[in-house]
C-alpha cells in the first residue's frame, strides 16, 4: 500500500544575485595574441595528464592564444592571465606545471572530475585572484602554500566531498583582498578558526555541509551571505553585531541551536533570507519580536517553537513581500490569523505538523500568488474553504491528517495548474465531483481514509499525468471501469479497503510504460516491501535572479492495490503480464479460479493473493524472480503441492490455510497427490533461526529524559547509525516448557513451548476486555511450529482502523507508513511480552508486563512481515528502550 505523503522538503538555494561579480581588470585582448612559448609548454603538458572525453580542449593547438578555449592572454606579452575550464567533463590529476603560469590572475577548474591532493605549487601563482576548484573529487587537506595568495579574492573549493581536515587557521586573514570563501559541502571537522570571525574584507562565507562543531559565536565583518547550516554548531543564537547589518542571507538551518529567537535579530534590517530550521529552537516566538521589512523567505521549520502563530511576520513583511513562510514541524498551536492572509505576495505557506486548530480561514483566498498551501498534520476542523479557488496559481493543496469534513467542491476545477491534491486521513464525505475532470495537471491525488462514496466516474480519465492514485479506505462501491488500467503514467494505484465489487476489469491494459516495458530502477534487496520515491519539484521565484524549490516527496509500493473489496471472478491474465510491475495486492476479495503464470513478471517484489477463493495449482516456477521479497496465497483453496526447488523454498510460510496443500521443505517431501500431515500446515523447521527486524523509532539518551521536544526528536544513543536493528531470534529451551524440570531432556518431552499456551491465552484474554482498542476479534494468533519461535498475525483491519498516533514522530530510520501497523500508541495492558536479550542467551522474555494505569505508554513496534502478517512485540534489547512518550506532547485530538 502506498505511505503517506511525506512533509515537503525546502532548501535555499543560493540566491546568484549574492555572488559577488569580481572585476579582475585583465587587459582587452585583441583578435591575436601569440601564445607565450613556455605557458604554451606548460599547458600542454597540463593537458597529456588528464581525459578529454568530451573533447571541450581539442582548440588547444597552434600559437594563437585566442582559439584556445578557456584562455585569456596578455596582449603584449602573450601571457596566460585567466583560465576557465568550467565543466568540460575533464579528469585526472592536475600537473605541477600548470604552477609555471605565474601571471595567471584567474583560474576556474570547477565542475569537472579533478582527482588527488590540492597541488602544492598552486601557492606560487601569487597574481591569483579567483581559485575555483568546486564540485570536483580533490581531497585531502587545504595546503597551507595557499597563504601566500596575498591577492586572493575568491578561494571556491565547495562540493569536493574527500576534502577534509580542520578550516585552516590562516583562512580568514591571509588575504587583505578576500571576499567571498566558500568551503561547502566537504568534510571540514573541528571549530571554525578565530580569523573567520574577524576577516576586515569578508562578504561571502559558506562552510554549510561539513561537519564543524563548537558554540556559534558572532561574526564582526560587513558580511552579506552567511551559510553555516548542516553541521554540528551548538548554543544559543547570537545577537549579531552591528558591523554585520548589511547580512542579506542567513543560513543556519541543520544545526543544534538551542534557545529562543532572540528579539535583536531585527537588528539585521538589510535580511531578504532567513533559514533557521532543523535546529532544537523552543518556547513562543515574542510578539516584540521583529523580522526585516525586506524578508522574502523564512524558515523556522523541524524546531520545538510553540504558542500562537506569530502575527508580526505578517505586519512587518507586508510591504517587502514575503514569498515563501515556513513555519512546518513545530509545536505551534491555536488559530491560523487572519494576518497570514494579507500576505499578498506569499506564493509557499508550510504550517504542517503543528497542534493548530480552528478552520481554514476563508480569506486565503485572497492570496493570488498561492503556488503551494501545505496545512497537514494539524487538527484543524471545517470544510475546505470554497475561496480557495482564488489561489488559481495552485501547484499542490495537502491538507491531509486534519478533522475537515464537508464535501469536495465542484468549484475546485478552476485550480487547473495543480499537480498535487492530498485531502487523505480527513472526515470528508460525498462523491467525486465531475467537475473535477478540469483539473488536468493533476499528478498525485490522494483522497485515502475519508468517507466517500458512490462509483467511480469518468472525472478521473482527464487526468492524464496521473502518477499516484489512492481512493483506499473510503466507501467507494460499485464495479470497476473499464478505464482503470489505461494511465500511461501510473505508478501507484490504491483502491483497497472499499466496496467495490464484480469482475477485475480485462482490458488492454494500456497502463504506465514501466509496468508493461519493465524500465524500473532496480532498487536495493530488502527484506520488506519495494519502496518507490515519487517526487514532483516545485520551484518558486522570488526575484528575476533567485529561486526557492522545494520537493514534493511521496514514498510508496510501486504498484497496484485492489485488496479489501468484493471483488470476484477471475484474475485476468493481462494483469500478470505487466512486466515492470513490482507490487500486487488482491488479497481479501472473493477471486476464484487459478491463478495466472508469474514469468513475465521479472521485476515483482511483493505478491498478495491471500483470503480469496483461488484453486488449482500453484504458478509454475518462481525461481527467476530474484526480486521477489514476499509472496502471500494463504487463505485460499489451493491444491497440489509446493515444490521447495521452484522458488517457493524462500517463503515457507506463504500457504498456510490451504488445507488441500502440501509444502515441501527441506525435511518433507510431497509425492504426487499427497496431502500435509497436519492440514493447512505452511510452516516448516528450517535449518536456522528466524530473523526479526524493529523499526527505531527516535530514541533518547536515557530512558528517564523522554521527548526532549514535541518538534524534532534526537536518535540519542540508543539508535545504530544503520537503517534496521537486528532483534535476537528466540530459541526454545528445556526451562520454557510447561509442566516439565528443566533436567529433562527435550527429546523426552513434547516440543511445546510455554508460548504456544501462553501467548494465545494472553492475547484471547485481552481482547475478550476490550484493551486493545481496535476490532481484533478475527484476529488469530500464528505460532511458528519447532524450535524457534512464534509471531502473532494482526488482522488485516487492525491497521485499518487504528487510532491516530497521540505522539509526534519526526525522525524514523524507516520511511514511516502511517497506513501500516509501523507503531501507534499502546497501553501497558495491550503488551503480551516484552522481548529482550538475556545475560545467559537462554530466557529472552521476562514475566507479562503488570498493567498500571498510571505509567507511561510505551510504544509497539511492527516488525512487519515476516512471510505474512504482523508482529506485536515491545522491544527492550537496549537500556533505553521501550520508549516512553512525553504527554505533554500530544496533540489536542481525543482518543478512546
Excluded at 587537506?141 to 595568495?149: A, F, G, N
Excluded at 481512493?471 to 488500467?485: H, I, M, T, V, Y
Aim: net charge negative.
Amino acid at each position: 500500500m502506498s505511505n503517506f505523503v511525506r512533509p515537503c522538503t525546502l532548501q535555499f538555494l543560493s540566491p546568484l544575485f549574492f555572488v559577488l561579480v569580481l572585476l579582475l581588470g585583465a587587459s582587452y585582448q585583441s583578435a591575436s595574441v601569440d601564445l607565450n612559448r613556455e605557458d604554451k609548454a606548460s599547458l600542454l603538458l597540463f593537458r597529456s595528464w588528464i581525459q578529454d572525453p568530451a573533447h571541450g580542449l581539442s582548440s588547444w593547438f597552434g600559437s594563437n592564444c585566442t582559439t584556445w578555449a578557456g584562455l585569456v592572454c596578455q596582449n603584449h606579452t602573450g601571457q596566460v592571465i585567466s583560465i576557465n575550464l568550467r565543466k568540460l567533463n575533464l579528469s585526472g590529476h592536475i600537473h605541477p606545471n600548470l604552477c609555471n603560469l605565474l601571471f595567471l590572475e584567474t583560474l576556474i577548474l570547477s565542475e569537472n572530475g579533478f582527482t588527488g591532493q590540492i597541488p602544492l605549487c598552486f601557492g606560487r601563482l601569487q597574481n591569483l585572484k579567483t581559485l575555483d576548484l568546486s564540485h570536483n573529487r580533490f581531497g585531502g587537506v587545504v595546503p597551507d602554500s595557499l597563504m601566500r595568495l596575498g591577492q586572493l579574492k575568491e578561494l571556491i573549493l565547495n562540493g569536493n566531498h574527500d576534502l577534509g581536515g580542520v578550516v585552516p587557521w590562516w583562512v580568514g586573514n591571509f588575504s587583505t583582498n578576500m571576499e567571498r570563501l566558500d568551503l561547502g559541502f566537504n568534510s571540514f571537522h573541528g571549530t571554525i578558526p578565530e580569523s573567520l570571525f574577524n576577516s576586515k574584507s569578508l562578504k561571502y562565507l559558506d562552510l554549510g555541509n561539513n561537519n564543524l562543531s563548537g558554540d556559534l559565536h558572532d561574526f564582526f565583518q560587513p558580511l552579506v551571505f552567511l551559510n553555516l547550516s548542516s553541521n554540528l554548531l551548538s548554543g544559543t543564537l547570537p545577537c549579531f553585531s552591528a558591523s554585520i547589518r548589511s547580512l542579506i542571507v542567513l543560513n543556519l538551518a541543520m544545526n543544534s541551536i538551542v534557545g529562543g529567537i532572540p528579539t535583536c535579530i531585527a537588528s539585521l534590517e538589510e535580511l531578504t533570507h532567513l533559514n533557521l530550521s532543523s535546529n532544537h529552537l523552543n518556547f513562543a516566538i515574542s510578539p516584540r519580536l521583529v523580522f526585516s521589512e525586506k524578508l522574502l523567505a523564512l524558515d523556522l521549520s523541524f524546531n520545538d517553537l510553540s504558542g500562537p502563530l506569530p502575527t508580526k511576520i505578517a505586519e512587518t513583511t507586508e510591504k517587502s513581500g514575503l514569498v515563501l513562510l515556513d513555519l512546518s514541524h513545530n509545536c505551534f498551536s491555536g488559530g491560523i490569523p487572519l494576518k497570514i492572509t494579507e500576505l499578498k505576495s506569499l506564493q509557499a505557506l508550510f504550517l504542517s505538523h503543528n497542534l493548530l486548530t480552528g478552520e481554514i480561514p476563508a480569506r486565503i483566498g485572497n492570496l493570488t500568488y498561492l503556488q503551494v498551501i501545505d496545512l497537514s498534520r494539524n487538527s484543524l476542523s471545517g470544510s475546505i474553504p470554497l475561496n480557495i479557488v482564488g489561489c488559481f496559481q495552485l501547484l499542490a493543496l495537502v491538507l491531509n491528517n486534519n478533522n475537515l469534513s464537508g464535501q469536495i467542491q465542484p468549484e475546485l476545477d478552476a485550480l487547473d495548474s495543480l499537480k498535487v491534491l492530498d485531502i487523505s486521513n480527513n472526515g470528508i464525505s460525498g462523491e467525486i465531483p465531475l467537475t473535477l475532470a478540469g483539473c488536468k495537471s493533476l499528478e498525485i491525488v490522494d483522497f485515502s481514509s475519508n468517507n466517500l462514496s458512490g462509483n467511480l466516474n469518468d472525472a478521473i480519465t482527464k487526468w492524464s499525468n496521473l502518477r499516484y492514485l489512492s481512493l483506499a479506505r473510503n466507501k467507494f462501491s460499485g464495479s470497476l471501469p473499464s478505464w482503470l488500467f489505461t494511465f500511461e503514467e501510473i505508478q501507484m494505484m490504491d483502491f483497497s479497503g472499499n466496496k467495490f465489487s464484480g469482475l477485475l476489469p480485462n482490458g488492454n491494459f494500456n497502463i504506465s510504460s514501466e509496468f508493461n516495458n519493465g524500465d524500473v530502477r532496480r532498487l536495493p534487496a530488502e527484506p520488506f516491501l519495494a519502496i518507490r520515491n515519487i517526487e514532483i519539484k516545485i520551484s518558486v521565484l522570488v526575484v528575476d535572479n533567485s529561486e526557492l524549490s522545494f520537493n514534493y516527496h511521496l514514498s510508496s509500493n510501486a504498484g497496484i492495490d485492489l485488496s479489501d473489496n468484493l471483488l470476484h471472478g477471475e484474475i485476468p491474465r493481462g494483469l500478470f503480464g505487466l512486466q515492470g510491475l513490482e507490487y500486487l495486492n488482491l488479497s481479501y476479495n472473493s477471486l476464484d479460479g487459478q491463478v495466472p503464470s508469474l514469468e513475465k513478471m521479472q521485476r515483482l517484489r511483493a505478491l498478495d493473493l491471500s483470503h480469496n477463493s483461488l484453486s488449482g495449482q500453484t504458478p509454475g516456477n518462481i525461481s527467476r524472480l530474484k526480486e521477489l521479497v514476499l509472496l502471500n496465497f494463504s487463505y485460499n483453496s489451493l491444491s497440489g503441492f509446493v515444490p521447495w526447488k521452484e522458488g517457493y523454498g524462500r517463503f515457507p510460510g506463504a500457504f498456510v490455510g490451504n488445507p488441500d496443500l502440501c509444502v515441501e521443505s527441506r525435511r518433507v517431501k510431497c509425492d504426487s497427490g499427497s496431502l500435509p500431515t497436519v492440514p493447512g500446515k505452511s510452516f516448516e523447521e528450517t535449518e536456522g533461526p528466524i530473523s526479526v527486524w524493529i523499526f527505531c523509532i527516535s530514541a533518547f539518551e536515557n530512558s528517564e529524559k523522554g521527548f526532549e521536544g514535541c518538534g524534532r526528536n534526537c536518535l540519542g544513543k540508543c539508535c545504530l547509525p544503520v537503517s534496521k536493528l537486528p532483534l535476537y531470534a528466540f530459541k526454545e529451551d528445556n526451562s520454557n516448557l510447561i509442566g516439565n524440570s528443566a533436567e529433562k531432556s527435550s527429546e523426552e518431552q513434547p516440543q511445546i513451548c510455554f508460548l504456544h499456551n501462553l501467548l494465545p491465552r494472553q492475547w484471547e484474554d485481552r481482547m475478550s476486555r476490550g484493551l486493545f482498542r481496535h476490532d481484533v476479534t478475527a484476529c488469530d494468533t500464528k505460532i511458528i511450529p519447532g524450535r524457534y519461535g512464534f509471531i502473532a498475525q494482526l488482522n488485516k483491519g487492525r491497521h485499518l482502523k487504528k487510532r491516530p498516533t497521540e505522539f509526534r514522530v519526526d525522525k524514523v530510520l524507516q520511511d514511516f507508513d502511517e497506513t501500516e501497523f509501523n507503531f501507534t500508541k499502546a497501553g501497558q495492558e495491550e503488551v503480551l511480552f516484552r522481548f529482550e536479550k538475556s545475560n545467559d542467551h537462554k530466557r529472552h522474555f521476562p514475566p507479562p508486563i503488570t498493567a498500571d494505569s498510571n505509567s507511561s505508554s510505551v510504544v509497539a513496534m511492527n516488525v512487519s512481515p515476516i512471510e505474512y502478517g504482523h508482529v506485536l512485540l515491545i522491544p527492550q534489547v537496549l537500556n533505553c528502550l521501550p520508549h516512553k512518550i512525553d504527554h505533554g506532547c500530544r496533540s489536542s485530538r481525543s482518543f478512546p
